[in-house]
C-alpha cells in the first residue's frame, strides 16, 4: 500500500483519525509520518519500533561497550532483533545491554528501573560496587566524548546508588 | 462451546457500573508482564517449552490466593470463534488469541481467569497479569493485579534485572512492565470535534490511545483506551499517578463539551440521542458498527440525563453481546450468517423494551 501523503513510498504507518465525529483510517510512510508528528514507534505494524530498532546497534553511543555477537543463551543476534522488534531471552538483555540502552532512551527516556525490585529467594540484589565502578566508568567515557545528556543521567544514577 | 458459567460473572463483572466515573469510563485494567528466568521468552520456544512454562505457571498459580479457583482456558483448544468471544470479553489479547492476521494460534497459550484477575500464558511474554475493574479505579486494578503478582512472584523465579527491571520480549513493556489503561467515552469531545487536540495532547504527555480492542484496533462507538507509553524509569505509582491525572483532565474536557453543547446545540443533542433511541427500539437489522455508534448515541443520552429508560449496565452488557461472535454463540448461527444483524436487532429490541420496562418509563418520555 502506498504513503496517502506523498503516494510514493510505501505506507507502514496505519492510523486512526477523528475528524467530524467520523473516524478515518489514514496510511502513511515513515517519513511522512515523521513530519506529521506521528511517533511510528508505536504505530509501526510489523516491527513496532520501527525505525528506532532498525538504527539499533549500528551507531555507537558514547559510554555503551560492544554488544555480543549472539545471546549465549538462546543464540538471538542483533539481526534477529532487528527484524522482529522482540528479543528471545532474559540473557538478551545482557548480551545486547549496550545497543538497548540507547534504544531505551529514545523509547522511555530513561534507561534504569526504578519501580518495584524483585527480591525473590535465590535471587541475589545486584553487586552495588560493581554496578558503581561500571558507571563511573561510563559517566568518564560520556564526558570525554561530550554527550552531557547521557553524563547527567548516569550522575544520577550515581547520586542513587550513594 | 466455552462455558462462561465456570467464571464468576462470566467475566463481566467490571461492566456493572458500579465504579467511579462510570458514566464516562468503563472499566480500568491494569498490566504486568513478566517472564520466567532461565527460559527463552514465548517467540523463541519451541512447544515442549511452551507446554512445560504453562506446566509451571499452573501449578504456582493453584499455590496462589487469587488464582486457586481460577477457570482455565487453553485457546490452542478452542475453535476460533470461541477464541473470539473470549477476546470480545477483553479477557485475552487478539495475540493469544490467534486472531492476527494469518496467524494462527500458538501452542500452549492459555489463560487462567478468576474474578477481577487474570494471567496470559504464553503471549509475547511468559505471563501478561491483569487486573480489570469496573469505572476509573487504578489503584483498585493495581491492587488486584500486585497482590497475584507478589504471590506468583514467591514461587515462580521472574527475569529480572538489577538496572532494566523486569524484562520483556520487546523492549517497549521492560521495567516496571506495567500498562495501565482506561476505556473512556469521549462522544462530546468527538462532536465538538475538539479529540483529536486532546488525542495529540496525550502524545505529548507520555500517554497514547487505542480503540476498544487495544492494539492495534479501530475506534469504534466513540470508545477509547487511554493508557501509558512508557514502563521504565518511573516508579508503578508514578505511572498510574500520572496516568490519572490525565485521565481526569479528560473528563474534564469531556463535561465540558457536553455542557457546550446542551448549552448551544440542546435541540440537535436531544435530538441526536433520542434518534439513535429510536432506531435500536425498531430496527429491524443493525450492523455491529451501526449498533455500536447508536449505542454510542445513547449512553451519551443516559450519562447527561435525557434518557431515563434505559440505565449503563444495561448498555455495557449490550455493548458485549452485540459482538459478532457473541451474538453467534447466543443464536447458533455462525459468524458472518446473514441472518446475524436482524438477530442483533432483535436482540437490542428485547434487552430496551425489558429495560424501559423496568424502570418505568414509557416507550417515548419525550
Known sequence: ?162 | MIDFTLLPDGGLAWLDASGPESHLVLSTRVRLARNLRGRPFPVRSGVAEREAVLDEILSAGEATRPLRAAAVFRLDRLDHDERLQLHERHLVSRELAGLEGDQAVRPAAALLSAGPVGAMVNEEDHLRLQGLVSGLALEAAYREVDRLDTELGQRLPYAFHPEFGYLTSCPTNVGTGLRASVLIHLPGLVLTKEITKVLQGLGQVGLTFRGLYGEGSEVVGNLFQLSNQTTLGRTERELLDHLGKMVRQVIAYEEEARAVLLRDAPSVIEDKVWRAYGLLRHARSLSFEEAMNLLSGVRLGAGTGLIREVGLYALNKLLIHTQPAHLAAQTGLALGDAELPRRRAAYVRGVLAEEAGRRGGGPDAG
Open chain 1, 1 to 162: 500500500m502506498r504513503c496517502e501523503r506523498c503516494g510514493e513510498r510505501e505506507a507502514v504507518v496505519h492510523l486512526h483519525q477523528v475528524a467530524g465525529g467520523e473516524v478515518t483510517k489514514v496510511h502513511l510512510c515513515v517519513q511522512c509520518a515523521a513530519e506529521q508528528g506521528v511517533a511510528a514507534a508505536e504505530t509501526v505494524g510489523k516491527t513496532p519500533l520501527g525505525q528506532l530498532v532498525a538504527a539499533l546497534g549500528k551507531a555507537s553511543e558514547a559510554g555503551e561497550e560492544a554488544a555480543a555477537e549472539a545471546c549465549p543463551a538462546c543464540g538471538a543476534t542483533l539481526e534477529d532483533f532487528r527484524a522482529t522488534g522482540r528479543l528471545g531471552c532474559a540473557e538478551c538483555w545482557q548480551a545486547f545491554a549496550g545497543p538497548l540502552r540507547g534504544l531505551l532512551r529514545r523509547l522511555h527516556g530513561a534507561t534504569h528501573h526504578r519501580g518495584e525490585q524483585y527480591l525473590a529467594e535465590g535471587f541475589a540484589p545486584a553487586d552495588v560496587d560493581a554496578r558503581v565502578r561500571e558507571l563511573r566508568a561510563r559517566l568518564q567515557a560520556a564526558v570525554s566524548e561530550e554527550n552531557f545528556e547521557l553524563a547527567a543521567e548516569l550522575r544520577d544514577r550515581l547520586q542513587e546508588l550513594g
